[in-house]
Nanobody, 120 residues
Framework: QVQLVESGGGLVQPGGSLRLSCAAS????????MGWYRQAPGKQRELVAV???????NYADSVKGRFTISRDNAKNTVYLQMNSLNPEDTAVYYC??????????????WGQGTQVTVSS
């Protein structure tokens, strides 16, 4: 079992930046792969970025070059640095984890979600 607690969402203007954090507690093996999904109103859930414990990463095409995922294994925490935000990035962002990396999911463990709103 893993508990995931996100923080860092909020309101930001277009072109701005936000940093999301997700702290995992519980089974270390169940957080081998950690990442972020997002879901906007009326849209399908999208896998945004994933990072493994050995720091391999994967990004959705829509965020490549703007978002950076990182993790601190000592703290079992994953971060998502989001730059050059635009209104299309508005969504609820969910932290996920699992015992293995899955390119297109699904992931077993989910956080409660944090709202990111990009608006002027």
């Amino acid at each position: 079992q893993v508990q995931l607690v996100e923080s860092g969402g909020g309101l930001v203007q277009p072109g701005g930046s936000l940093r999301l954090s997700c702290a995992a507690s519980g089974s270390i093996s169940s957080s081998y792969a950690m990442g972020w999904y997002r879901q906007a109103p009326g849209k399908q859930r999208e896998l945004v970025a994933v990072i493994t414990r050995d720091l391999s990463t994967n990004y959705a095409d829509s965020v490549k070059g703007r978002f950076t995922i990182s993790r601190d294994n000592a703290k079992n925490t994953v971060y998502l640095q989001m730059n050059s935000l635009n209104p299309e990035d508005t969504a609820v962002y969910y932290c996920v984890s699992d015992v293995t990396y899955r390119h297109n999911g699904p992931y077993a463990y989910w956080g409660q979600g944090t709202q990111v709103t990009v608006s002027s």
